[in-house]
């Protein structure tokens, strides 16, 4: 079984217009994967709707359906940006020959399986993909943590450069301050000293008188 640890599950969408099909894929993979979400579409345009509507993560697509084929449909979501990356596992029971394999294999598909369904084959496929996705989503959420963090501590550094920048600005302030008062101090001791010696030139031609 498929051991996820996030707390959102991984969705599976699977695809096909016959109703038996949708009931008998949808209880192999919940038999098998207690810890996946299964949504259903039973047209390429309903899978493209969910497709633009929900979040999904693996697909699983039939290939003969009526108005829109597993083909179409699959080269419709690689030309969105929203779903382009999203595996995709062909399954049909019409198309099994080398021509329809390889053409799967160049709209993008992941895989490409063919009914009568091997449960064993299917589910350790299955099992294969949905661990390299839990394995990238672990390792995306852990590249977001680490930027969070990072961006965290260059906050924190230009904060205490802010806090370190004020106080050189407020020393500085202080140290102009001090130059200026100091200035002062010397331009008034050297007016107090030139009107000094006329008043002791005065005092003293007083006294002389």
């Given amino acids: 079984m498929?051991?996820?640890?996030?707390?959102?599950?991984?969705?599976?969408?699977?695809?096909?217009?016959?109703?038996?099909?949708?009931?008998?894929?949808?209880?192999?993979?919940?038999?098998h994967f207690e810890e996946?979400?299964?949504?259903?579409?039973?047209?390429?345009?309903?899978a493209l709707e969910k497709l633009m509507r929900e979040s999904v993560d693996l697909i699983i697509?039939?290939?003969?359906?009526?108005?829109?084929?597993?083909?179409?449909?699959?080269k419709l979501i690689r030309s969105r940006r929203k779903t382009k990356n999203i595996p995709i596992?062909?399954?049909?029971?019409?198309?099994?020959?080398a021509q329809f394999r390889n053409q799967g294999f160049s709209l993008g598909a992941t895989d490409y399986l063919t009914k009568p369904i091997d449960d064993y084959q299917l589910?350790?496929?299955?099992?294969?993909?949905?661990?390299?996705?839990?394995?990238?989503k672990n390792y995306?959420?852990?590249?977001?943590?680490?930027?969070?963090?990072?961006?965290?501590?260059l906050k924190q550094s230009n904060e205490t450069l802010e806090q370190t920048l004020v106080k050189l600005q407020k020393?500085?302030?202080?140290?102009?301050?001090?130059?200026?008062?100091?200035?002062?101090?010397?331009?008034?001791?050297?007016?107090?000293h030139e009107i000094k010696n006329p008043l002791n030139f005065i005092i003293n031609f007083s006294e002389l008188s």
């Avoid at 991984?10 to 919940?30: G, H, W």
């Avoid at 995306?140 to 501590?153: D, F, G, I, P, S």
């Fill in 61 to 74: 697509l039939d290939i003969q359906m009526p108005e829109m084929d597993g083909f179409q449909t699959a």
């Fill in 171 to 192: 020393a500085q302030k202080q140290v102009i301050a001090q130059e200026k008062l100091a200035s002062l101090g010397e331009l008034t001791a050297g007016i107090a």
């Fill in 140 to 153: 995306q959420a852990e590249l977001e943590k680490k930027v969070v963090e990072r961006t965290q501590e």
């Fill in 36 to 46: 996946v979400e299964i949504t259903e579409a039973n047209s390429g345009f309903e």
């Fill in 2 to 31: 498929a051991n996820n640890s996030n707390t959102n599950p991984l969705v599976i969408l699977i695809v096909d217009d016959v109703p038996s099909n949708l009931f008998t894929l949808r209880a192999l993979l919940e038999e």
């Fill in 89 to 97: 596992v062909f399954l049909t029971a019409a198309y099994k020959s």
């Fill in 123 to 136: 589910t350790t496929r299955i099992n294969s993909y949905l661990s390299i996705i839990k394995l990238e």
